[in-house]
């Protein structure tokens, strides 16, 4: 070693003193604080680095240990340690052959500057004087470059002025080294080293920054051109000696003219050493012609292999020095010289080794441009620009495009910076999809809680704030990670008790049925819940990327699901203005085009999408890549350069089209044709370029797929069709099942990890993956098609054996059991069935269906009922066998077709189960679902008349003609029978059992829309009869809202305030006793809505409202939802709430009105909605009708009109009380007295009446002050009568109606001309409304009080009103009416 190295630092330093020269001079001064550059000669470079290459082998041979503590020369690891330090040689070498390369291709900093012109007067002319004066003083010749022409400089690699300074006095003290062993031409031991360590060494040399030469040297080398031989001759002397740590190859000269001469072996230092010989050798050329001299290197490659270079470097310097050296390969210019180098030191995993099988680990090439639309799309969502707008990124191309692959990039790029990931992978085998979408959910969850960290931490601790109990309750039948996550919170949920009656209370569900109010909405609630899940897991400091792989295989109710987390937000609960944190996710899926068409189900949400405007869709198109990158990728898979690839390329490319599954499959069909070969003595990949030209590809990538396989032994084969008829995909757990026996089960397994060596599948933990879903498809067309029906039909019975014989387990194998019915549902579509087990699979069917609806998956029952029917006899299923088997299908296919929105397929079944059930208890079912598909349709009619003749078959009957007297009758007599109960008594009540009367109260709670809107009289019986028959049979969650309808009808009929909120509470705490959670969102909104605002605050009752809406979305109860989001927008704007922010919040109720189908809501809506704009001055700028009724309905008029044609009343009313509203606060008193009479509503204490009363009483008082007598009088009549009202709301609440009663009473005393009473009644009124933050009611009082005064001519105090009122109105946000009041100032102001 010592001897080795004292010959190199001797060799190198005795041609070349060690000097400091400064190379920046020329070269602007970026920063005044970086010092000068140090700088020295490429052969002491070279000593250097070898230096510290030989303290790296002397390590490893002396068992000192490498830096991770190897020892010992003949342990594997310091043999490691060895190939490591030449590796590291190799690698600087490199590095600065990149430089030196860039030198000789750019110059010298001050020759690019005269050639790029910067002094162009009068530097040009004599710059190229100066390279022909070179030219002609010398020859290019070989012996005219060595590595000692040749300088590297240094700088700090840290700009940081602490770290300079250390970094200059290591360079100092390492060349101080140099010269110390210049010096003393002598390296002994470590004292050598007292001054200077490894790690100085390595640190000077990792600040090398460029290589320099002098104008001459580097003229009389450029001044041949680009594409000299001579050059690359050079070029590969000098790499040679770089890379062979300062030595010279042996030359070989020979001359090759008309005859033949004997040759002589020279040195090249010989020729290189002495200029003289240089220039003798120079005159002896002139006039050789014809003989040509050609030198070239006997075994350069294996005389740099032996010195430990690799093989690509070896490879390099070769071809330099002598292409036509056999395996030889000519470069064509420096740039490609400059590629080549730089692709070596961009890969030294691939090109520093030997590549003796084919490398797919390259990584992603030819997506660049797409990478980087990706990071952009990320940097949106973490910036905060899903606040309002989610992010939908699409990659959509032909199968094996990559759109997998460049998904797991951006993945694994977006993971280092702390976001987290969710991979959904849909699958053309899996029948039930929504489970693939939990099961990515459930391992992200699963990962946290292992990883235990204190960001996961906290992720988990934001999760159980955010969540509620019952949604993480819920969410846990999906993700089971959760039970193990959130332990405590579900113990709260089910007690130990429930825990083991669990069962028996799943069957009683199913035999009451809850199914006709819950499963409407349980699939909205599973979206909620799931949007609460994202918004809780994400945020930004932690965003979610959720890739969604090949959707085309989706089905509607994941598309549903996927639809409701990109368009709706529950960040937004002021449905339109941003309130908690808002979610930060992004997500990409990736579908194949070629398959999606315009009927495509896919084709339809895409198209939505598109359209929304709370969607930020980018799609990106991923097609073969380019040339250049399957060059680069063969390049890189071989292990050779670009140059030498170039040939295969073009054939591959011909064929594959740049597709890069494509590329990887025809390139391992080569390997198996031994077209494509690894040969040992060559060290290189060599392929038949003719054969391979010679193949033609008439199909598509399966053809190329089959031949691959094709090669694969038979037995692995039939393993692997096994294994395709699962999809993707198989874990052992289905290996398992199918192969209970031990020995049958390794032999299985082997053979599929015969095929993970193959490279066709992976395994990864417990699965085995097919590498690419066309390789699957490839697999299972292998098979015929009654082959395939064959081995899911046995892959289903061994699977379902199986599990019948451990029935008893207590392992969870729901999936399985989805999984083995999936296979035999899949043979039954093609005909293979057995059947004498069709009973058996119809059970089979009918289990998964229901399990699916009960985890709100009904997309998925319906197909596993649909199944199930299929397997049964068309002839007998309804016989007496198999009538309770059959009955029990249609039953769950009617729930699931009103659930799917399939109303035909709906009344269907609806009408087969009618016409074959025994008894009325059989027909119940497809009854309700029957009334339910007629009220949802708005056809109230025929749902009122075909629920009332079951109610009638159920024994419970009504009055056709309704009269005040038979309502007070009725809950006069409820009233006596209730009289025997206290709460108490009530709330301890037996549950309900009686099945008929259980239906009987289910029918009529279902009554309560349809009766609002078309015969309101029929509400207060319909709650008697409840409340009368839960009293005899006992109590159901149902009955809470009979309490509560008897309750308001003592309200509206009675006026008996007190009572009725009493009886309010009392079905509030009933409903909650019964365990009716479900239900509650419901109850509190009509409770808050009609009967709580006698007793309670309008804001109390308004913020509880807003409260509703999330709770009724929690559970998945749109309709109330709906219904909770209408009436706080109604409170809010009697509460004097902003205008804008009400036109705001309006606009997002309607759309989502409209986005969950709820219509009729649809139509007091906008009956607010338009109040508002024509309040705020935005009538007319904003048409609100078109979006909502989605172009059938124009405008007003025609709402009208539909609502009057149709029947329904209550929309009627409601569009003319709001015309009659508008016309009073527009000040338009006598168009608002012609419209009210049109608008009044029933006669009935009732939140339309209170507002009606008010309005109209004013409009009376401010017209009878402008009449003849007669008409004066009448108009009095009407006034007087709303003041005599008021006094009786007042009663109830003076929060919410006191200064309206001042108002009128002060209306009252100014028509009868009391002017002291007057105003002191608007002075009341004014300060009542300030105090109970009514503003808009408080500028309505200022107006007319500042009326008042300006008629007993107190101008300046009416004017002061006017202003008030004024700032009153802007602060509202009608901008419609403060018009009026300028007016009435300047009226003012001109009489002054």
Not at 199 to 212: E, P, R, T
Request: glycine share 6%; aromatic share 8%.
């Amino acid at each position: 070693l010592t001897s080795w190295t004292r010959a190199l630092h001797t060799s190198a330093l005795d041609k070349a003193p060690l000097q400091y020269n400064n190379f920046l001079q020329g070269r602007p001064n970026h920063n005044e604080k970086i010092m000068e550059n140090h700088s020295l000669s490429l052969d002491n470079w070279v000593a250097l680095s070898a230096t510290l290459e030989a303290l790296h082998l002397h390590k490893a041979s002396s068992g000192e240990g490498d830096e991770n503590g190897n020892r010992g020369s003949s342990d594997p690891p310091a043999h490691g340690a060895k190939v490591e330090a030449k590796l590291s040689y190799a690698e600087r070498a490199c590095k600065v052959a990149l430089l030196l390369m860039r030198r000789l291709t750019t110059g010298n900093d001050r020759d690019r500057t005269e050639e790029n012109g910067h002094h162009e007067n009068n530097l040009n002319g004599h710059h190229e004087n100066h390279l022909n004066d070179v030219a002609r003083r010398r020859s290019l010749q070989v012996d005219d470059i060595s590595i000692g022409k040749f300088s590297v400089s240094f700088s700090p690699s840290n700009q940081g002025e602490d770290n300079m300074v250390d970094t200059q006095d290591t360079i100092e003290r390492v060349l101080g080294y140099l010269n110390t062993v210049r010096s003393n031409g002598d390296l002994n031991g470590s004292s050598n080293f007292s001054t200077v360590g490894e790690a100085d060494i390595k640190c000077a040399l990792d600040s090398v920054i460029d290589v320099a030469i002098t104008a001459d040297d580097l003229a009389a080398f450029r001044t041949a051109g680009n594409h000299s031989d001579d050059m690359f001759h050079k070029l590969g002397i000098l790499f040679y000696q770089l890379f062979a740590r300062g030595e010279s190859p042996e030359l070989h000269r020979r001359e090759v003219g008309p005859e033949e001469k004997d040759t002589r072996s020279v040195s090249t230092t010989e020729v290189m050493g002495d200029p003289a010989c240089s220039g003798s050798q120079e005159e002896e050329n002139e006039g050789q012609s014809p003989r040509k001299q050609i030198r070239h290197l006997r075994g350069v490659r294996e005389s740099l292999s032996g010195k430990g270079v690799p093989v690509s470097l070896c490879r390099l310097v070769s071809d330099l020095i002598d292409p036509k050296e056999e395996d030889g390969s000519p470069f064509d210019s420096l740039d490609e010289v400059v590629e080549e180098v730089k692709q070596i030191l961009d890969r030294p995993d691939i090109f520093f080794h030997d590549v003796n099988w084919l490398d797919f680990s390259s990584g992603l090439i030819g997506r660049s441009e797409e990478m980087q639309r990706l990071h952009e799309e990320a940097a949106s969502v973490q910036m905060g620009a899903g606040e309002f707008e989610n992010r939908l990124v699409l990659l959509k191309g032909s199968p094996g495009a990559g759109k997998s692959y460049l998904a797991s990039n951006i993945q694994g790029e977006l993971s280092e910076s702390g976001w987290l990931y969710v991979h959904t992978k849909f699958d053309r085998f899996v029948r039930n999809p929504l489970l693939t979408i939990a099961s990515s959910f459930d391992e992200l969850l699963a990962s946290l809680g292992e990883e235990g960290d204190e960001e996961n931490l906290d992720i988990l601790e934001n999760l159980e704030a955010v969540m509620s109990t019952s949604a993480i309750a819920t969410l846990s039948e999906w993700l089971p990670s959760l039970r193990d996550l959130f332990p405590h919170l579900l113990r709260r949920v089910i007690s130990d008790e429930d825990l083991v009656s669990l069962a028996d209370d799943s069957q009683r569900r199913r035999r009451n049925n809850d199914m006709t109010s819950s499963s409407e909405s349980a699939q909205s609630r599973l979206h909620y819940i799931f949007r609460k899940l994202v918004s809780a897991l994400s945020s930004p400091e932690r965003p979610l990327l959720i890739f969604l792989d090949d959707l085309q295989w989706a089905d509607n109710s994941c598309l549903d699901l996927i639809s409701s987390l990109l368009m709706d937000f529950n960040h937004i609960n002021q449905f339109g203005l941003a309130d908690d944190t808002p979610q930060c996710f992004l997500v990409m899926g990736s579908y194949r085009d070629n398959e999606v068409d315009s009927t495509h189900r896919l084709s339809s949400y895409l198209e939505t999408f598109e359209r929304s405007n709370t969607l930020q869709v980018t799609n990106i198109q991923l097609d073969g890549i380019a040339k250049s990158d399957a060059n680069l990728m063969l390049s890189e898979m071989l292990g050779l350069p670009l140059r030498l690839t170039k040939s295969l390329t073009d054939a591959v490319q011909a064929r594959t089209l740049g597709n890069p599954l494509y590329i990887h499959a025809f390139m391992q069909s080569l390997v198996k044709e031994k077209l494509l070969i690894n040969s040992v003595v060559k060290k290189r990949w060599i392929w038949d370029i003719e054969a391979i030209q010679s193949i033609s590809i008439q199909g598509s990538i399966a053809e190329v797929l089959t031949r691959k396989i094709s090669y694969i032994p038979h037995d692995t084969q039939e393993a692997l069709k096994v294994m395709s008829t699962f999809g993707s995909q198989m874990s052992e757990e289905y290996v398992s099942h199918l192969y209970p026996l031990q020995e049958k089960r390794q032999e299985f397994c082997d053979r599929l990890n015969s095929a993970v060596e193959e490279s066709v599948i992976e395994k990864i933990g417990s699965k085995y993956k097919f590498v690419h879903d066309m390789v699957q498809q490839a697999v299972y067309e292998l098979m015929s098609p009654k082959e395939r029906a064959e081995c899911h039909f046995q892959n289903g019975v061994k699977m379902i054996t199986a599990l019948s014989c451990c029935a008893d387990s207590h392992s969870d194998l729901g999936l399985i059991t989805f999984v083995a019915i999936d296979q035999i549902n899949i043979a039954k579509s093609f005909g293979v069935t057995d059947s004498s087990m069709c009973t058996q699979f119809a059970k089979l069917n009918l289990k998964a269906g229901e399990s699916s609806m009960e985890r709100f998956n009904f997309m998925s029952g319906f197909s596993y009922i649909e199944h199930g029917i299929s397997f049964l006899p068309k002839e007998s299923k309804w016989n007496s066998s198999s009538y309770d088997l059959c009955r029990s299908l249609h039953e769950a296919a009617c729930l699931a077709c009103y659930v799917n929105a399939l109303p035909t397929k709906a009344n269907e079944y609806i009408s087969e189960l009618l016409e074959n059930a025994q008894c009325l208890e059989h027909k119940l079912k497809a009854y309700y679902v029957m009334v339910k598909n007629l009220t949802s349709s708005g056809d109230f009619k025929q749902a009122l008349k075909k629920t009332f003749d079951v109610l009638i078959e159920l024994g419970e009957t009504f009055p056709t003609e309704i009269t005040p007297e038979i309502i007070q009758e009725e809950l006069s007599n409820t009233k006596s029978l209730l009289n025997n109960f206290t709460k108490e008594s009530i709330l301890s009540s037996p549950k309900l059992m009686d099945e008929k009367k259980l239906w009987a109260i289910k029918f009529m709670n279902n009554l309560s829309g349809p009766l609002s809107i078309t015969n309101y009289q029929m509400g207060p019986l319909i709650a008697c009869r409840m409340v009368q028959l839960s009293s005899q049979y006992g109590y159901c969650s149902e009955s809470a809202f009979g309490f509560l309808g008897y309750g308001q009808a003592q309200i509206s009929v009675f006026e008996d305030v007190d009572e009725g909120y009493r009886w309010g509470k009392i079905a509030l705490s009933l409903l909650e006793s019964l365990g009716g959670k479900g239900y509650l969102p419901k109850m509190r909104c009509l409770f808050n809505s009609y009967v709580s605002l006698w007793k309670e605050p309008f804001h109390a009752s308004s913020n509880v409202l807003l409260h509703t809406h999330s709770e009724a979305m929690l559970v998945g109860d749109v309709e109330y939802a709906s219904v909770s989001a209408f009436f706080y927008c109604r409170q809010a704007l009697v509460c004097g709430q902003n205008l804008l922010l009400a036109e705001k919040e309006c606009k997002a109720v309607a759309s989502k009105m409209v986005q969950l189908k709820q219509i009729q809501m649809c139509y007091g809506q906008v009956n607010t909605y338009i109040f508002i704009l024509k309040m705020n001055g935005n009538y007319g700028k904003v048409n609100p009708f078109p979006e909502i009724f989605d172009g059938k309905i124009a405008n007003e008029e025609e709402l009208l009109n539909l609502a009057l044609s149709s029947g329904k009343r209550i929309n009627a009313k409601g569009i003319l009380s709001n015309r009659f509203q508008v016309a009073f606060w527009l000040g338009q008193f006598e168009e608002a007295a012609e419209l009210a009479e049109k608008a009044k509503p029933p006669p009935k204490m009732s939140f339309m009446e209170v507002y009606h009363v008010f309005c109209e009483g004013l409009t009376a008082f401010q017209l009878a002050r402008r009449s003849s007598s007669s008409s004066a009088s009448k108009l009095m009549t009407i006034g007087e009568e709303a003041v005599t009202r008021f006094r009786l709301y007042e009663k109830c609440s003076t929060w919410n109606w006191e200064n309206n009663l001042f108002l009128l009473e002060a209306e009252y005393h100014q028509c009868k001309q009391e002017e002291d009473k007057a105003a002191a009644k608007y002075r009341a009124s004014i300060k009542s409304a300030q105090e109970h933050r009514f503003v808009h009611e408080e500028a309505l009082a200022l107006e007319f009080y500042g009326d008042f005064l300006r008629t007993i001519r107190r101008v300046d105090d009416s004017k002061e009103k006017y202003a008030n009122a004024r700032l009153c109105y802007e602060k509202w946000g009608a901008h419609a009416i403060i018009p009026r009041l300028e007016e009435k100032i300047g009226r003012i102001q001109g009489t002054e």
